[in-house]
């Protein structure tokens, strides 16, 4: 049996504003203060002596290259995004940064807002463009029902109730 697995199909390279200064003061941090601090551990450890032997210093390399692998991930994953910081001028249709809120057939209403892969939140009720539901709602408007084909085999359907966006911060 191989390792192989097939790619996984790229996801959106869009984010919103809040989204892009999350990700870069992550960035920031991890650069500016994390890392400097686990290289000076690392430094006094590797003169302790005898490096083959030496948990903290094997410790400390381990954190550099979880540091050093998350850097390089967030700077290329940053160059190449496309920061959304704009309402579109059809506030009535669902489009990335929309707030959604949804009614399922009991009723029920959930709530969700359509965010970049990067973003994806449960408990705030931030859902990726990329997922089902987010596809299945896109260029849809308030009144519009659509029916989600859940992974057991059930049908869920759900009617748009309402469609908002929030203002954007332009001194980011």
């Given at each position: 049996?191989?390792?192989?697995?097939?790619?996984?199909?790229?996801?959106?390279?869009?984010?919103?504003?809040?989204?892009?200064?999350?990700l870069n003061e992550e960035l920031k941090y991890l650069w500016r203060v994390k890392r400097p601090a686990i290289t000076e551990s690392v430094?006094?450890?590797?003169?302790?002596?005898?490096?083959?032997?030496?948990?903290?210093?094997?410790?400390?390399?381990?954190?550099?290259?979880?540091?050093?692998?998350?850097?390089?991930?967030?700077?290329?994953?940053?160059?190449?995004?496309?920061?959304?910081?704009?309402?579109?001028?059809?506030?009535?249709?669902?489009?990335?940064?929309?707030?959604?809120?949804?009614?399922?057939?009991?009723?029920?209403?959930?709530?969700?807002?359509?965010?970049?892969?990067?973003?994806?939140?449960?408990?705030?009720?931030?859902?990726?463009?990329?997922?089902?539901?987010?596809?299945?709602?896109?260029?849809?408007?308030?009144?519009?029902?659509?029916?989600?084909?859940?992974?057991?085999?059930?049908?869920?359907?759900?009617?748009?109730?309402?469609?908002?966006?929030?203002?954007?911060?332009?001194?980011?």
């Open positions: 049996m191989s390792r192989w697995r097939p790619a996984q199909p790229r996801s959106a390279s869009y984010i919103t504003a809040e989204g892009y200064q999350k430094r006094e450890a590797a003169a302790q002596g005898d490096r083959s032997e030496n948990a903290e210093y094997i410790y400390g390399k381990k954190q550099l290259r979880e540091i050093d692998r998350r850097v390089r991930y967030l700077s290329k994953r940053l160059d190449d995004m496309t920061v959304v910081d704009r309402v579109p001028e059809d506030q009535s249709c669902v489009f990335f940064g929309a707030w959604v809120t949804l009614a399922d057939e009991d009723d029920r209403q959930h709530r969700y807002r359509i965010v970049g892969a990067d973003e994806i939140d449960a408990a705030l009720g931030y859902i990726s463009v990329d997922s089902p539901l987010a596809r299945l709602l896109l260029k849809k408007s308030v009144g519009d029902e659509v029916s989600l084909q859940k992974p057991n085999g059930s049908e869920a359907w759900y009617e748009i109730i309402q469609v908002e966006y929030q203002a954007y911060d332009t001194s980011l």
